[in-house]
């Protein structure tokens, strides 16, 4: 920042003011996520007002009167639960901070892209602030949608920004082993070789995007002529009246639009044992249930992030995860939004949609989608899809 340059540079260091300052608690923690500098704060009580209306729990207050004013949090209690990030977020002067984000990064070297919250099937608009000098994601914030999320997020979905990074496959393995895409291809085709069409198995997944998973389900009707489509994805969790939804995948609705007869993942299990199907194409590597029973048939899963089913595949290709690439999601309303791209592909990685273009030339077929706009051009046909407004993203310096 410049101006504490020249403040260091030129400044002068001596007080005019000669009486002491009011002094206030600094550095106050209100909870696991929230630390509090009183001498920041102009007791505006939006944050009092946030938890008290908004997420209906009234733990904070303001004590005292004058320039004595401080905001705490009721005696016995600390400021927890899943909207605490939001009394960071309405603070206008940062007297409020979130210790996830305090001191980790200057935000005048941010950038930002207007993205869909990945923690549950609500799809929250939200801004990904990322460093694009080293390819990081930092934070997110809300982006206001008032058929959405109105001007807020859930903890648990604020902190998502984090899976941009975390549990990341990002590079190819074949039978756990790192190799070359190349090489992980040629293993698929080897594995493919001479199968029956009837033995093939189909695995979409509720965390990919709409255009991931249009890929894999064209490859597995046209081309391959397979009617052995299966569903999974991360397993339900805790919901609530305000934000969070028990559907913790952002394309769970998109998936039934997709392929409405789609198969829970159990069904595939039982068809692996039963040797019904032997050769499984996968998205993803979430799964709701224990995935070991899959280890009878030969699997091939397109990931961004590790879980049981790469945990079981034969042969793992990198995908790209949703922070690395322009992608559509339906939320639990039915309505398509795109997440803009903010980072490059991290490793080997590849958006999923051009990882199923591969495979499916390893296994002797021609792909017709070589281009996002090409498969976007084929889902025009549903529902509209909700292009973010320009984002907020500064100038390059």
Known sequence: CKL?????????????????????????????????????????????????????????????????????????????????????????VGALTTQDFRFKARVWFLRTAAAVCQGCATGCNAHLDYDPRYNKAYRYRPRDNDRVNKFWMCDEGMLTYKSAHEGRVIEATVRGVKTSSAKALEEVRALFTGVPKEGVGIVLSAQH????????????????????????????????????????????????????????????????????????????????????????????????????????????????????????????????????????GQGASKPGWRQVSEVASALGYEAQWTKLKQIRAQLIGGAAIETPAPSATLPAE
Request: one cysteine or more; a negative charge.
């Open 209 to 344: 995007s709409l255009e991931d998973n249009w890929a894999l389900l064209e490859l597995a009707r046209v081309l391959i002529e397979t009617t052995n489509v299966y569903l999974t994805g991360q397993p339900e969790g805790y919901e609530d009246a305000i934000l969070i939804h028990r559907d913790k995948n952002p394309n769970t609705k998109g998936i039934t639009q997709l392929a409405p007869g789609a198969k829970p993942l159990q069904v595939l299990l039982d068809d692996a044992a039963a040797g019904r199907v032997t050769h499984v194409l996968a998205l993803g590597g979430a799964a709701p249930i224990d995935a070991r029973d899959l280890k009878a048939a030969k699997v091939v899963t397109i990931a961004a992030h590790a879980g049981p089913l790469t945990d079981v595949a034969t042969v793992v290709l990198p995908a790209t995860s949703w922070a690395e690439q322009s992608a559509t999601y339906v939320n639990a309303k039915g309505m398509r939004q795109v997440s803009e791209k903010a980072l490059e």
């Open 4 to 92: 504490q340059d020249y403040w260091l540079e030129h400044g002068q260091y001596q007080k005019r003011m000669r009486d002491e300052p009011v002094h206030k608690p600094k550095g106050v923690v209100f909870g696991p996520t929230i630390v509090y500098d009183a001498e920041r704060c102009v007791m505006c009580t939006r944050c009092v007002r946030f938890m008290a209306e908004v997420a209906k729990d009234p733990v904070l207050d303001m004590r005292e009167r004058g320039n004595l004013n401080e905001i705490v949090v009721s005696p016995g209690r600390e400021l927890d639960g899943h909207y605490t990030f939001m009394t960071e977020h309405v603070c206008p």
